[in-house]
C-alpha cells in the first residue's frame, strides 16, 4: 500500500478504490471548522471572566472568525480548483492548526481574535475543499448519497461542539477549547496525504483575481455589517459597511457578467432551483444558528445545566439529523428535491413553532420535541440542496461550486444569530423591565441586568452577596436597634435578589418565545418561495457545463 496517493482521481478508468476512507477525512475536517464555532459558545463566559472581555470583545472573538471565514471562501475555492484542491485542504488545516495554537496561548482579547481570524481564513480553505473534493471523488451515483454524510457531519458538529467543550472545561480552562482541533487537524492532514486523491481543474485559465477580490470585499463588508449593525448599534461603521457591501456587490455582478472566464458565473443565479437551493441552504442556517444561539444560554442559564450538561441535552439534535439524512437518501430519488425540501423547511418551521409555548415553567422536556423535529428537518433539507449547488457546477469549478454553498450557509448563520439575537435581546429588556416595574431595586443594577441573560443573573447573585453580609452585620452587631434595621435591609435585598432571579429566567423565557415566533415567519415565507423556485422531479436545477475528453484526462494533476 502506498503511503501517499499520487494518482489524480480524474485520470482513474474506475471509481477510487478507499472513495469512503477519503470522505471519512473529508468529514473530519469538516468537523472541527463547524465546532469551533459551536464549541465557543459554551467557553465563553470562563473566557470573559480570565481574560475580563466587554460584550464588545466577546461578540468579535465569536465573529473574528466568521467574517474571513466567509469572505474568503470563493476566491480561495477558485484558487483551490486551479492549483490543487488537496493542497488547499492540507493547508487549510495547517494555518486552522496554527491559529488553535496561538488562540490557547494568548492572554488578551485583541490575541483571542486575532487567533480566530486565522482559524477563519484557514476554515475558508478547508470548506469549500472539502466538497469540492467529495464531489471529484466519488462517481455522480454515489455522490448523493456521500453529500449525505457529509451533512450529517455538520449537524453532529453543531451538537458536538458544546459536548466536547464541556467535557473539557469540566478540568481545564477555556484554552483546552482551542488545542482539541490540534491533534484532529494533525489526523485529517495525515488521512488527506494518504487517502485523499489529488483533483484540480484541468483547464489552465488565469483566474479572476479581480472578481475574487470584489467577492472579498462585498461578502465580508456584508458579514461585518450584520454583526455590527444589531449589536453595536446602526452607526457610522455599520452604515458604512452596508454601503461598500452594497457597491462592491453591484461591481462584482457587473465584473463577472464582462469577464470571459469569471470566478463565479452570476447567470446561474437566474436559474430558480439553484437560486432555490441556496435560499433553502441560507434559510435553514439562519434558523438552526438562531436557534442554537438561544437554545444554549436557556438551557445553561435558566435550567441551570453546565457546559457538559447542555452538550448531552443538544444530542437529540445530532441524532435527529443522522436519521433524517437517512430518510432523505430514500426518498429524494423517488419523489425529487422539491418534495425533501421544502418537507424540510416545514419541519423547521414546526420545530420553532414548538419553541412559542416556552415559559418559565418549562423544563428541558419541552425542548426535546422542538430538537428532534428540527435536527430531521436538517437531515431532510440541506443534503438535497448541496448536491442540487454542487451538480449546477463543470468538474472544473467544483472549488467554486463549494465555495457557493459555504457562502450561503455562512451568510445564513451570520443572518441569524445577529437578527434573531438581536430580537431576542430586545424582547428579553423590555419582559424585564416590565417584571421588574415598581421594585425597589437600584436603576443601575435594572440596567446591568436588561444586558443580557447572564448579566441577570448575576445582578441577582451580587444582590444576594450583598444581603448575606448584611445579616452577618446584624448578627454581631450590639445595638439591637442597629441589629433590627440591618437585618430587614437585608430581607428586603434577599426578597429583591429572589424576585430578580424568577424575573430573569421569566423574561429569557417569554424573549425566547417571542424570537421563535419572529424566526418560524421567516421560514414559513421562505418554505413558500423554495417551494415554488425548486424544480419538479426529473428536472436538473440547472445545466452545468460538461467537461471536455481533454480536461478529464489533464484535471488533477498536482
Same mark, same amino acid.
Given at each position: 500500500?502506498?503511503?501517499?496517493?499520487?494518482? +489524480?482521481?480524474?485520470?482513474?478508468?474506475?471509481?477510487?478504490?478507499?472513495?469512503? $476512507?477519503?470522505?471519512?477525512?473529508?468529514?473530519?475536517?469538516?468537523?472541527?471548522?463547524?465546532?469551533?464555532?459551536?464549541?465557543?459558545?459554551?467557553?465563553?463566559?470562563?473566557?470573559?471572566?480570565?481574560?475580563?472581555?466587554?460584550?464588545?470583545?466577546?461578540? $468579535?472573538?465569536?465573529?473574528?472568525?466568521?467574517? +474571513?471565514?466567509?469572505?474568503?471562501?470563493?476566491?480561495?475555492?477558485?484558487?483551490?480548483?486551479?492549483?490543487?484542491?488537496?493542497?488547499?485542504?492540507?493547508?487549510?488545516?495547517?494555518?486552522?492548526?496554527?491559529?488553535?495554537?496561538?488562540?490557547?496561548?494568548?492572554?488578551?482579547?485583541?490575541?483571542?481574535?486575532?487567533?480566530?481570524?486565522?482559524?477563519?481564513?484557514?476554515?475558508?480553505?478547508?470548506?469549500?475543499?472539502?466538497?469540492?473534493?467529495?464531489?471529484?471523488?466519488?462517481?455522480?451515483?454515489?455522490?448523493?448519497?456521500?453529500?449525505?454524510? $457529509?451533512?450529517?457531519?455538520?449537524?453532529?458538529?453543531?451538537?458536538?461542539?458544546?459536548?466536547?467543550?464541556?467535557?473539557?472545561? &469540566?478540568?481545564?480552562?477555556?484554552?483546552?477549547?482551542?488545542?482539541?482541533?490540534?491533534?484532529?487537524?494533525?489526523?485529517?492532514?495525515?488521512?488527506?496525504?494518504?487517502?485523499?486523491?489529488?483533483?484540480?481543474?484541468?483547464?489552465?485559465? &488565469?483566474?479572476?483575481?479581480?472578481?475574487?477580490?470584489?467577492?472579498?470585499? $462585498?461578502?465580508?463588508?456584508?458579514?461585518?455589517?450584520?454583526?455590527?449593525?444589531? #449589536?453595536?448599534?446602526?452607526?457610522?461603521?455599520?452604515?458604512?459597511? !452596508?454601503?461598500?457591501?452594497?457597491?462592491?456587490?453591484?461591481?462584482?455582478?457587473?465584473?463577472?457578467?464582462? #469577464?470571459?472566464?469569471?470566478?463565479?458565473?452570476?447567470?446561474?443565479?437566474? #436559474?430558480?432551483?439553484?437560486?432555490?437551493?441556496?435560499? !433553502?441552504?441560507?434559510?435553514?442556517?439562519?434558523?438552526?444558528?438562531?436557534?442554537?444561539?438561544?437554545?444554549?444560554?436557556?438551557?445553561?442559564?435558566?435550567?441551570?445545566?453546565?457546559?457538559?450538561?447542555?452538550?448531552?441535552?443538544?444530542?437529540?439534535?445530532?441524532?435527529?439529523?443522522?436519521?433524517? @439524512?437517512?430518510?432523505?437518501?430514500?426518498?429524494?430519488?423517488?419523489?425529487?428535491?422539491?418534495?425533501?425540501?421544502?418537507?424540510?423547511?416545514?419541519?423547521?418551521?414546526?420545530?420553532?413553532?414548538?419553541?412559542?409555548?416556552?415559559?418559565?415553567?418549562?423544563?428541558?422536556?419541552?425542548?426535546?420535541? +422542538?430538537?428532534?423535529?428540527?435536527?430531521?428537518?436538517?437531515?431532510?433539507?440541506?443534503?438535497?440542496?448541496?448536491?442540487?449547488?454542487?451538480?449546477?457546477?463543470?468538474?472544473?469549478?467544483?472549488?467554486?461550486?463549494?465555495?457557493?454553498?459555504?457562502?450561503?450557509?455562512?451568510?445564513?448563520? @451570520?443572518?441569524?444569530?445577529?437578527?434573531?439575537?438581536?430580537?431576542?435581546?430586545?424582547?428579553?429588556? @423590555? #419582559?424585564?423591565?416590565?417584571?421588574?416595574?415598581?421594585?425597589?431595586?437600584?436603576?443601575?443594577?435594572? @440596567?446591568?441586568?436588561?444586558?443580557?441573560?447572564?448579566?441577570?443573573?448575576?445582578?441577582?447573585?451580587?444582590?444576594?452577596?450583598?444581603?448575606?453580609?448584611?445579616?452577618?452585620?446584624?448578627?454581631? !452587631?450590639?445595638?439591637?436597634?442597629?441589629?433590627?434595621?440591618?437585618?430587614?435591609?437585608?430581607?428586603?435585598?434577599?426578597?429583591?435578589?429572589?424576585?430578580?432571579?424568577?424575573?430573569?429566567?421569566?423574561?429569557?423565557?417569554?424573549?425566547?418565545?417571542?424570537?421563535?415566533?419572529?424566526?418560524?415567519?421567516?421560514?414559513?415565507?421562505?418554505?413558500?418561495?423554495?417551494?415554488?423556485?425548486?424544480?419538479?422531479?426529473?428536472?436538473?436545477?440547472?445545466?452545468?457545463?460538461?467537461?471536455?475528453?481533454?480536461?478529464?484526462?489533464?484535471?488533477?494533476?498536482?
Amino acid at each position: 500500500m502506498r503511503l501517499v496517493m499520487n494518482e +489524480p482521481v480524474a485520470t482513474m478508468d474506475r471509481p477510487y478504490a478507499r472513495r469512503w $476512507w477519503a470522505l471519512l477525512v473529508l468529514c473530519l475536517s469538516l468537523l472541527i471548522i463547524v465546532m469551533a464555532n459551536t464549541a465557543l459558545t459554551v467557553a465563553a463566559p470562563d473566557m470573559t471572566r480570565d481574560l475580563g472581555l466587554s460584550s464588545a470583545d466577546l461578540q $468579535w472573538v465569536i465573529d473574528g472568525y466568521t467574517v +474571513p471565514y466567509a469572505a474568503l471562501m470563493l476566491l480561495l475555492g477558485a484558487i483551490g480548483d486551479k492549483y490543487s484542491r488537496r493542497g488547499a485542504l492540507i493547508l487549510g488545516l495547517f494555518v486552522f492548526g496554527g491559529g488553535a495554537v496561538a488562540g490557547s496561548l494568548v492572554d488578551s482579547s485583541t490575541g483571542v481574535i486575532a487567533a480566530r481570524a486565522v482559524m477563519g481564513v484557514g476554515a475558508a480553505m478547508i470548506m469549500p475543499a472539502t466538497l469540492s473534493l467529495l464531489a471529484a471523488t466519488f462517481p455522480r451515483a454515489e455522490r448523493a448519497k456521500a453529500i449525505v454524510l $457529509w451533512t450529517a457531519t455538520a449537524g453532529l458538529a453543531i451538537a458536538a461542539g458544546p459536548l466536547v467543550a464541556g467535557a473539557l472545561l &469540566r478540568g481545564h480552562g477555556w484554552a483546552s477549547t482551542f488545542l482539541i482541533n490540534v491533534p484532529i487537524a494533525a489526523v485529517a492532514i495525515v488521512g488527506a496525504l494518504i487517502l485523499v486523491p489529488p483533483s484540480k481543474a484541468g483547464h489552465q485559465h &488565469r483566474i479572476d483575481y479581480v472578481g475574487g477580490l470584489l467577492s472579498v470585499v $462585498w461578502v465580508g463588508a456584508l458579514v461585518y455589517m450584520i454583526i455590527e449593525g444589531p #449589536h453595536f448599534g446602526w452607526g457610522v461603521k455599520a452604515i458604512g459597511a !452596508a454601503v461598500v457591501a452594497g457597491v462592491a456587490l453591484v461591481a462584482f455582478v457587473l465584473w463577472e457578467l464582462r #469577464h470571459p472566464r469569471p470566478v463565479l458565473d452570476v447567470r446561474r443565479f437566474a #436559474h430558480r432551483g439553484f437560486a432555490g437551493a441556496n435560499l !433553502a441552504v441560507a434559510l435553514f442556517f439562519l434558523a438552526v444558528f438562531g436557534a442554537f444561539y438561544y437554545l444554549t444560554q436557556h438551557l445553561q442559564f435558566v435550567l441551570g445545566y453546565d457546559a457538559w450538561e447542555t452538550g448531552v441535552r443538544m444530542l437529540p439534535l445530532a441524532g435527529a439529523v443522522f436519521v433524517g @439524512s437517512a430518510l432523505t437518501g430514500y426518498l429524494t430519488p423517488r419523489l425529487g428535491m422539491r418534495v425533501t425540501v421544502t418537507a424540510g423547511m416545514v419541519g423547521g418551521t414546526a420545530a420553532l413553532a414548538l419553541l412559542t409555548r416556552v415559559d418559565a415553567g418549562s423544563a428541558y422536556g419541552d425542548f426535546v420535541l +422542538p430538537l428532534v423535529v428540527l435536527g430531521l428537518a436538517i437531515g431532510l433539507a440541506l443534503s438535497p440542496c448541496t448536491d442540487a449547488i454542487m451538480g449546477a457546477f463543470p468538474e472544473s469549478e467544483l472549488g467554486v461550486g463549494g465555495a457557493v454553498n459555504d457562502t450561503s450557509l455562512e451568510l445564513g448563520g @451570520s443572518l441569524g444569530i445577529a437578527l434573531l439575537g438581536s430580537v431576542l435581546a430586545g424582547s428579553y429588556s @423590555s #419582559h424585564l423591565a416590565d417584571a421588574t416595574s415598581g421594585s425597589k431595586l437600584p436603576g443601575d443594577a435594572l @440596567s446591568t441586568a436588561q444586558d443580557s441573560v447572564g448579566a441577570g443573573y448575576a445582578v441577582a447573585q451580587q444582590i444576594g452577596v450583598q444581603a448575606h453580609r448584611l445579616a452577618e452585620r446584624a448578627a454581631g !452587631a450590639t445595638d439591637p436597634q442597629q441589629a433590627a434595621q440591618l437585618k430587614a435591609q437585608a430581607g428586603q435585598l434577599r426578597d429583591g435578589a429572589r424576585q430578580m432571579t424568577e424575573a430573569v429566567g421569566s423574561s429569557f423565557a417569554d424573549a425566547v418565545a417571542h424570537t421563535s415566533v419572529v424566526g418560524a415567519v421567516i421560514l414559513g415565507v421562505g418554505t413558500v418561495l423554495v417551494g415554488v423556485l425548486l424544480p419538479r422531479k426529473g428536472k436538473a436545477v440547472t445545466e452545468a457545463e460538461e467537461p471536455s475528453a481533454r480536461d478529464l484526462v489533464d484535471a488533477g494533476k498536482s
